[in-house]
């Protein structure tokens, strides 16, 4: 069964640009979630989809959105960026069970950005 | 107070030894509890989860939970120089959030 693929693996932006990074789940799990993972605030929730739906949110400003589509491909977009948006973003999708995700996620590698 | 605590690192134990690594939580809600591990450039890697209070062992990893006390622990046992990473505690929150714990550097000396 193959893993969890995010891409682009690593990217670079400037200031005010915008990115749209993306995720495509384990076949058959259904609930993606996305993080931000920094040396200094470690791995921080951003967001899950489920059924093209999202059903959390973390505390993040409304410059980062995300979206999930029939098939369960997952993409996260952040605008206006800031140099403190650099960090590695996960994507994880998770299985469900009993009309609820497990909670197990199994990430990616991860979409490295750096904003200059 | 933060969502989820580990204890500070960096944990250095010999190898062959018990290494102990602790996590607390602070939504007594909480039903789903996790362990990850995270070697230096790759992504988080699960390699246990517990429900119920009690102990929960997998080959040399035993996880225990205590919800009194709102406290989860991961003890490997006959630690490996392999062993060597980022332990990070994970809680399935009230509201259904995954919510990770900062992470313990843990070092296995040959």
């Known amino acids: 069964k193959a893993g969890v693929t995010q891409t682009p693996r690593y990217l670079i932006k400037t200031r005010g640009q915008q990115v749209t990074l993306s995720c495509s789940p384990i076949s058959g799990h259904r609930s993606v979630s996305w993080y931000q993972q920094t040396p200094g605030q470690g791995l921080q929730f951003l967001f899950e989809?489920?059924?093209?739906?999202?059903?959390n949110k973390g505390n993040f400003p409304g410059r980062f959105s995300g979206r999930q589509f029939s098939n369960s491909r997952s993409e996260m977009n952040v605008s206006t960026l800031e140099l403190g948006d650099s960090a590695l973003y996960l994507c994880?999708?998770?299985?469900?069970?009993?009309?609820?995700?497990?909670?197990?996620?199994?990430f990616g590698e991860g979409s490295r950005l750096t904003v200059l | 107070q933060k969502e989820v605590e580990q204890n500070s690192g960096p944990l250095s134990v010999p190898e062959g030894a018990i290494a102990s690594l602790n996590c607390t939580y602070s939504d007594r809600g909480s039903q789903s509890f996790f362990w990850y591990r995270q070697y230096s450039g790759k992504s988080p890697e699960l390699i246990m989860s517990i429900y119920s209070n009690g102990d929960k062992e997998d080959g040399r990893f035993t996880a225990q939970l205590n919800k009194a006390s709102q406290y989860v622990s991961l003890l490997i046992r006959d630690s490996q120089p392999s062993d060597s990473a980022t332990y990070l505690c994970?809680?399935?929150?009230?509201?259904?959030?995954?919510?990770f714990g900062p992470g313990t550097s843990l070092s296995v000396i040959p």
């Open positions: 994880a999708s998770s299985p469900y069970s009993g009309g609820a995700s497990t909670g197990e996620l199994f």
């Open positions: 989809y489920f059924s093209e739906t999202q059903r």
């Open positions: 994970a809680v399935k929150t009230s509201y259904d959030k995954v919510i």
